[in-house]
C-alpha cells in the first residue's frame, strides 16, 4: 500500500495509458490520456456488460499499441455497488485500479470550464485528471477467504438490522394491545414471554387460561415456572386498558412477526458459524479472540474490514483507513479543536469503538491504561479522547498479532505501562 502522494504520482510514467470512468447503472463512459493530461482518444461509451467489458479493453489496448504506452491506470468514483463486477474484471486483466473520493471530483469539476455543469463527458476527465496527480487510493478487493468473511459480517449486520426491526414491530404491538405485559416481563424474548405470546397472547386469553393454565403451559418448555409472575400476569391482564377491537387479524400479525423473529435468529446463529469458521482460516486470526472483551463477531468484522494485513506496513495506515486519523482547524491566531478525520471504513471505526468500550468494562490491562490517559498530570485526556487513543492501542496490538503471530500477553502490557509511568 502506498502512503505519499509522490508515490502515487511516480507510478504514473511517460508510458502509462490513464483511463477515467465516469460509472452508471447500466452505461459507463472513459477518456483516456498520458502522464501530462493530453487526451489520446474520443470519449468511449460502453455498456455494464460483458461485451461492454471487452469493448473497452480492445479500446484501452489499441491506444496502448499506438502510442506506445507499456500499462495502463484505471481511475473511477465508488459510485454505490455499480463498480465491483467492472473492478473485478480489470483487476482480473492485472491493471491498476485507483479510486477517487466522489468529494474531490465535485471540488475540481471546475477548473477546465469554470462551469458547474455535470455530464458524462466532463466527469471521466475530471477523474482522470486526479489520477495524473495522484489523487487517488489503490483498490484493494478482497479475495478467497477475506471477501467470504466481508460478505459474511455484512449479510449478518443485514439481519441485525432486519431483527431490530421485527422487535420494534412487536414492542409497538403489545403497546396497543397488551400494555402491561412489559411490567410482567422485562424482556419480550425472553423464553416465557415468548411462550406467552404464542400461546395466549391478548389480556382476554390471559383471562380464559387463569394462572394455574399459565404454569402448565410454561412447565412443558421450562423446568421451573414462576407461578408468581402467573398470578401477576392474570391480574394485570384483568384490569388491561388494551385495545381490544380487530383482535383476531392483530393476533395473526403478531403470530407472523414471532415466527419470522425466530427464523432470522436462527439465521443469525447460522452466518455466526460460518464467520467463525472463516475467521480460523485466516492466519493468526484466532488469537485475537484471545484479548478479553473482542468476541468472535468483533474479530471477523476487523478482519474482514483489514483485509490482507501484508499490504500495510505500518499500523498507522490502518488507523487511516478507519477514519480514525486526527485532523485540525486552525487558522492564525485561532486554535480549533483537534477531531478525528472519520474518513475511512465506517464498519472498522465501529468495529474497533464498541471493542474498546466492552474491553473498559471486562479488560483489566486497557482500563488501566484509560485511567492513565485521564489522570495523567500534563495534557489529561477527555473519556472520548482516551478512547480514540485506545482504539490507536488495540490496532497495534491487532497489527502485531496477525503480521507476526505474537500471542496476546496482558501481563507484559501492563508491565510495558509500569516501565512507562516509572520513566515519566
Not at 484501452?60 to 500499462?71: A, C, F, H, L, V
Not at 468494562?361 to 495534557?379: G, S
Request: aromatic share 8%; with cysteine; charged share 30%.
Amino acid at each position: 500500500m502506498k502512503r505519499t502522494q509522490n508515490e502515487k504520482i511516480l507510478q504514473i510514467k511517460n508510458e502509462t495509458l490513464v483511463v477515467g470512468i465516469d460509472i452508471g447503472k447500466e452505461m459507463h463512459y472513459a477518456r483516456a490520456f498520458d502522464y501530462r493530461g493530453i487526451e489520446l482518444s474520443k470519449l468511449l461509451r460502453f455498456s455494464n456488460t460483458n461485451q461492454g467489458y471487452e469493448t473497452l479493453e480492445n479500446w484501452m489496448q489499441g491506444i496502448m499499441k499506438e502510442k506506445g504506452k507499456t500499462d495502463a491506470t484505471v481511475g473511477f468514483e465508488p459510485t454505490g455497488h455499480y463498480w465491483f463486477t467492472l473492478g473485478d474484471y480489470l483487476q482480473r486483466k492485472g491493471y491498476h485500479l485507483g479510486i477517487v473520493n466522489p468529494f474531490h471530483v465535485k471540488c475540481t469539476r471546475e477548473l477546465d470550464d469554470n462551469s458547474q455543469t455535470k455530464n458524462d463527458r466532463k466527469d471521466p476527465k475530471t477523474i482522470a485528471m486526479l489520477v495524473k496527480d495522484g489523487r487517488f487510493r489503490e483498490v484493494y478487493i478482497p479475495e478467497d477467504v477475506y471477501q467470504e468473511l466481508r460478505e459474511a459480517v455484512s449479510e449478518r449486520e443485514r439481519l441485525v438490522e432486519q431483527m431490530i426491526s421485527l422487535s420494534n414491530q412487536v414492542i409497538r404491538w403489545l403497546d396497543i394491545r397488551f400494555p402491561e405485559f412489559n411490567e410482567v416481563f422485562k424482556k419480550w424474548s425472553g423464553m416465557a414471554a415468548i411462550l406467552t405470546l404464542k400461546n395466549f397472547p391478548t389480556p382476554a386469553k390471559v383471562v380464559k387460561t387463569g394462572a394455574s393454565g399459565i404454569v402448565n403451559v410454561w412447565g412443558k418448555e421450562m423446568k421451573k415456572p414462576s407461578h408468581k409472575k402467573a398470578e401477576k400476569l392474570f391480574k394485570l391482564a384483568s384490569e388491561s386498558i388494551g385495545r381490544t377491537a380487530g383482535s383476531e387479524a392483530a393476533e395473526a400479525a403478531l403470530q407472523n412477526l414471532l415466527m419470522q423473529y425466530e427464523m432470522v435468529m436462527q439465521q443469525i446463529q447460522e452466518i455466526e458459524k460460518l464467520m467463525q469458521e472463516l475467521l480460523l482460516k485466516v492466519p493468526n486470526a484466532s488469537k485475537l479472540v484471545d484479548i478479553k472483551g473482542i468476541g468472535m463477531v468483533t474479530a471477523a468484522v476487523i478482519v474482514s474490514e483489514i483485509g490482507d494485513i501484508s499490504r500495510f506496513k505500518d499500523p498507522r495506515q490502518i488507523q487511516k483507513m478507519a477514519g480514525l486519523s486526527l485532523r485540525e482547524n486552525s487558522s492564525g491566531k485561532h486554535k480549533g479543536k483537534t477531531t478525528i478525520s472519520k474518513r475511512g471504513r465506517k464498519r472498522l471505526r465501529e468495529g474497533l469503538f464498541k471493542a474498546i468500550i466492552t474491553m473498559l468494562a471486562t479488560n483489566q490491562e486497557f482500563r488501566m491504561l484509560h485511567q492513565k490517559n485521564l489522570n495523567r498530570e500534563k495534557n489529561p485526556l477527555s473519556k472520548m479522547e482516551s478512547i480514540i487513543a485506545l482504539c490507536g492501542k488495540l490496532i497495534r496490538v491487532i497489527f502485531a498479532i496477525l503480521t507476526k503471530g505474537n500471542d496476546y500477553d496482558a501481563n507484559k502490557m501492563i508491565d510495558d505501562m509500569t516501565r512507562s509511568m516509572k520513566a515519566a
